[in-house]
C-alpha cells in the first residue's frame, strides 16, 4: 500500500530570522527586499494577519503593518539548513522528491508502522536538531499529502487513510484539487460544480468533452485518484518563478522591481543545484486580468536583466492595456547531454 507524506516547513525563511534573532519572536517579520522598492518573499504568520504576504511590494506591506521588520534573503543559510531537513529526512527513505528548499514528498510505503507515527517522529527531530517547525501530510498520494499538510497548520500533522479518502473528497472544494487554478474554478462554477462531491456526478464522457484531455484528470482527482510516483531524481527542464497578485498590475515599470527579486531566486537555485547545466533561454510569462495569457521567450546562455526587460515589454504589448493578475520569468536549460530540452513555461 502506498504510503505518501508531504513536509511543509512553516513561514521557513522567517522563521530561521526569528530562531536566529529570538528578540523578533511575536513580531511582524517579512523576508526580502529591504528598500522600499523591494519585494517580499516570504512573511511570518504575524505579519500575515496585517495582510501581508510574498510577492507583495515591500511599500504596500509597510503600509498595512507599518511595524513590520523587513529582513534581507540570505539565502546561503536558508540553504543550508534545507540541507539539513533533507539529511534529516534521508535517515527514513532514499525517496525524497524536493519541492522547493522548505518542501518536499516522501515516499514511505516499505515502512510498517503508521504513517501518523513516522510524520510526528520526522518532524521531532527536525525540532530538536533545527529548532523549526514543520507540518505533514500523510495519505496515499502525493496530492492528498499535499492537501493534507495544509489542514493543521502551523506545526500540525493531518492523516487521510485510504479508507477515509471518499469520505473527505465529498465536501472538498474543488480549488483544492492539484492543477485546478482560478481560470478552471470559474469554469466549474459555470456548471453549478464546486465541490469534488459535485464533480464526481459528472460522467468522463462529459467531462471530455467539456475540458479535454484535463476532464480524464478531473474525472480522477476529484475522487482522490492521483498516479504520480515520488521522484527522487529527475531532469530538470527548466527553472521558474511566478507571483499572483491580489490586486492586478496595470504598469510594466510596477513589475521591475519583483522582476529583480525573481531572477535573484532562479540565480540561486542555478548556482546551488544546477551549477553545470546550460541554460537555452529566458522566458516571460504574463495572465492578464481577463485570465489569457502570453509567453516571450528569446535564446540566450545567461541570465541578462536587460534580455528580461525586453520580453517584458513584448509580451505586455500584446496585452493592449489589460492589467496582469501573474507575472513569472524563468530559464529553459540544455538537458544533461547538452542538447536542448522543450518544455512549456
Known amino acids: ?91 527514513f527513505t532514499d525517496k525524497i522528491e524536493p519541492l522547493s528548499l522548505d518542501e518536499a514528498y516522501l515516499d514511505l510505503s516499505h515502512w510498517s508502522s503508521e504513517g501518523s507515527a513516522i510524520a510526528r517522529e520526522i518532524r521531532a527531530q527536525i525540532y530538536e536538531e533545527t529548532g523549526l517547525a514543520a507540518s505533514a501530510g500523510i495519505a496515499p498520494n502525493k496530492m492528498l499529502a499535499k492537501i493534507a499538510s495544509d489542514w493543521q497548520k502551523p506545526n500540525g500533522q493531518f492523516e487521510i487513510s485510504p479508507q477515509e479518502v471518499d469520505g473527505f473528497m465529498r465536501d472538498l ?24 462531491g459535485e464533480l464526481q456526478q459528472w460522467d468522463k464522457l462529459e467531462l471530455t468533452r467539456r475540458f479535454g484531455k484535463w476532464g480524464l484528470e478531473l474525472y480522477d482527482l476529484s475522487r482522490g485518484q492521483d498516479s504520480r510516483v515520488v521522484k527522487s531524481h529527475r531532469s530538470r527542464k527548466s527553472i521558474s518563478k511566478e507571483r499572483t497578485f491580489h490586486e492586478n498590475v496595470t504598469s510594466s515599470g510596477e513589475l521591475l522591481p519583483l522582476l529583480g527579486s525573481l531572477q535573484d531566486e532562479i540565480e540561486e537555485i542555478l548556482l546551488g543545484k544546477y551549477r553545470n547545466r546550460k541554460i537555452r533561454s529566458l522566458v516571460i510569462k504574463l495572465k492578464f486580468a481577463d485570465f489569457t495569457r502570453t509567453t516571450a521567450e528569446r535564446a540566450s546562455v545567461r541570465q541578462e536583466r536587460a534580455i528580461y526587460e525586453e520580453l517584458l515589454h513584448e509580451a505586455w504589448a500584446r496585452g493592449e492595456g489589460k492589467a496582469v493578475r501573474l507575472f513569472g520569468l524563468g530559464v529553459k536549460l540544455q538537458d544533461e547531454n547538452g542538447s536542448a530540452q522543450m518544455e512549456m513555461f
Open 173 to 196: 472544494p474543488v480549488s483544492k484539487l492539484w492543477g485546478v487554478g482560478k481560470r478552471m474554478q470559474e469554469k466549474l462554477g459555470n456548471i453549478g460544480v464546486k465541490t469534488c
Open 1 to 91: 500500500m502506498r504510503l505518501c507524506i508531504h513536509i511543509d516547513m512553516d513561514c521557513f525563511y522567517a522563521a530561521i530570522e526569528e530562531r536566529e534573532d529570538p528578540s523578533l519572536m511575536g513580531k511582524p517579520v517579512a523576508v526580502g527586499g529591504t528598500s522600499r522598492r523591494g519585494v517580499i518573499c516570504a512573511a511570518n504568520y504575524e505579519a500575515r494577519k496585517f495582510g501581508c504576504h510574498s510577492a507583495m511590494p515591500a511599500f504596500k506591506a509597510l503600509q498595512l503593518c507599518p511595524e513590520l521588520i523587513m529582513l534581507p534573503v540570505r539565502f546561503d543559510l536558508y540553504r543550508s539548513e534545507s540541507a539539513r531537513i533533507r539529511a534529516i529526512m534521508g535517515r
